[in-house]
C-alpha cells in the first residue's frame, strides 16, 4: 500500500464524514458533512487525508463493492444534506484524516481517526506526525487536545510524541457525560523537539512496509 498525506479537499468530504461517524458514533450527526464544507472554508482550519492509492486496483474487488453499496446504504438511511453526494470509489481512497485549527502560536487537534480496518497500521501515528510538522510550520509553539478519559490507545500515541495531561474537562462530551483529559505539548518550536520529531518519524518509516509520502 502507498499512503498519500495531504490537504482534504472537497471531494473527499463524504468519505471523511464516513470515517468520522464509524470513529465518534455518538458524536456523528447528520450535519457532520456540512460541518467539514464549513471547516475548509474556515481560515484558521487545516484538514488532512490519509489516502490508500491503488486500493480499489489491488484489493479484493468484491471488499470494494461491499463498501461502495454500504456506503450507499448508510448514506440513504439518513437525511443527506444539502449538497452532499456519494463518493466515487475510483477517487482517492481515504483512510484517516486530522483537523488542527490554529490561532496565533496555539494549534488545537480538533480531530483524529483512521478507517476501522485500517487502524494498527502506523496511520494514525503518520498523521499526527504530519499535522505536528503543519503546527510547526504554522509557528505554532503549543498543540492541544481533548481525548476521552477511557481512550487510552489515543493518549498512548498521543504521549509518544510528548503531549502531557494538562487538567481535566468534567462532562466533556455531551452523550454521555464522559470527562475529557486535556493534553498539549508546547515544546514543539524547539529544536530538541524537532529532532525527536525526526528521529520518531524515520522510527516510524522503518517499522512500516507500505510507504507514506506528504504532498504539500
Ligand atoms: C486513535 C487512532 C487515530 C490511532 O490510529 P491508528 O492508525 O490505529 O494508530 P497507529 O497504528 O498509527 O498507532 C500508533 C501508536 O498509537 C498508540 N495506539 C494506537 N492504538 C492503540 C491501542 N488500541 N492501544 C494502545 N495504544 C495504541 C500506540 O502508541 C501506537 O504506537 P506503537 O505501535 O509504537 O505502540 C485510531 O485508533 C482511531 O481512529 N480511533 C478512533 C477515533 C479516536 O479515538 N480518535 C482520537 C480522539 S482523541
Redesign the pocket.
Known amino acids: 500500500m502507498v499512503c498519500i498525506i495531504r490537504p482534504m479537499k472537497q471531494k473527499d468530504i463524504a468519505q471523511v464524514a464516513e470515517i468520522d461517524r464509524e470513529?465518534?458514533p455518538s458524536n456523528w450527526s447528520s450535519f457532520s458533512y456540512m460541518s467539514y464544507t464549513q471547516e475548509l472554508g474556515n481560515p484558521l482550519a487545516y484538514y488532512i487525508v490519509a489516502c490508500a492509492q491503488e486500493r480499489a486496483k489491488t484489493q479484493d474487488a468484491g471488499n470494494t463493492l461491499k463498501r461502495k453499496l454500504g456506503s450507499v446504504k448508510q448514506f440513504l438511511s439518513r437525511k443527506p444534506s444539502p449538497g452532499e453526494k456519494e463518493y466515487d470509489a475510483d477517487e482517492d481512497y481515504v483512510v484517516?484524516f486530522a483537523g488542527l485549527r490554529v490561532i496565533l502560536k496555539e494549534a488545537h487537534l480538533v480531530s483524529?481517526?483512521?478507517r476501522d480496518e485500517?487502524?494498527?497500521?502506523?496511520?494514525?501515528?503518520r498523521l499526527l506526525i504530519s499535522v505536528i510538522e503543519l503546527a510547526a510550520k504554522l509557528s505554532a509553539s503549543i498543540i492541544a487536545?481533548e481525548?476521552r478519559v477511557s481512550?487510552?490507545?489515543?493518549q498512548?500515541?498521543y504521549k509518544?510524541y510528548g503531549f502531557r495531561e494538562v487538567g481535566i474537562r468534567r462532562a466533556y462530551y455531551s452523550d454521555d457525560g464522559e470527562d475529557a483529559v486535556l493534553m498539549e505539548v508546547n515544546t514543539i518550536a524547539l529544536a530538541s523537539f524537532q529532532s525527536n520529531l525526526q528521529r520518531l518519524k524515520q522510527a516510524h518509516s522503518k517499522k512500516w512496509t507500505h510507504k507514506f509520502y506528504s504532498s504539500w
Do not use: C, D, P, S
Not at 481512550?151 to 489515543?154: E, I, L
Open positions: 470513529a465518534f484517516g483524529i481517526a483512521t485500517y487502524r494498527g497500521q502506523g496511520i494514525g501515528e487536545l481525548a481512550n487510552k490507545g489515543a498512548a500515541l509518544k
